[in-house]
């Protein structure tokens, strides 16, 4: 009973990061939605706790790159493309420096 919680759980949560990362393009949201749904149903009749345990694995990792990885771009004309990152990408930007030998003062 515990794995169907955790199994209605993640389904939520990859929904709610589908509307959080795809918010504003309908076409990304349906195609996602249909994609979250159509693999859950593919393996709703699945028994094995092994292969149970491996797909939640492979769910949460997909929510996970969702969440932290994935950009929405717009095209603004031929030329140009627009990104829109949300604020949980968006990371302080830390200096590069060749010899990290040395102490350097920000």
Request: aromatic share 4%.
């Amino acid at each position: 009973m515990a794995n169907r919680r955790q199994v209605l759980q993640l389904f939520k949560s990859l929904h709610r990061t589908r509307q959080e990362v795809f918010k504003n393009d309908a076409r990304a949201l349906e195609a996602a939605r249909q994609k979250i749904n159509e693999e859950f149903k593919n393996h709703q009749d699945e028994t094995s706790e092994e292969k149970i345990n491996e797909l939640l694995k492979i769910a949460s990792d997909v929510e996970v790159i969702l969440r932290t990885s994935v950009i929405q771009a717009v095209h603004t004309d031929s030329n140009r493309i627009v990104l829109i990152p949300r604020k949980d990408l968006l990371q302080d930007n830390t200096p590069y420096f060749d010899k990290p030998t040395k102490k350097h003062e920000s």
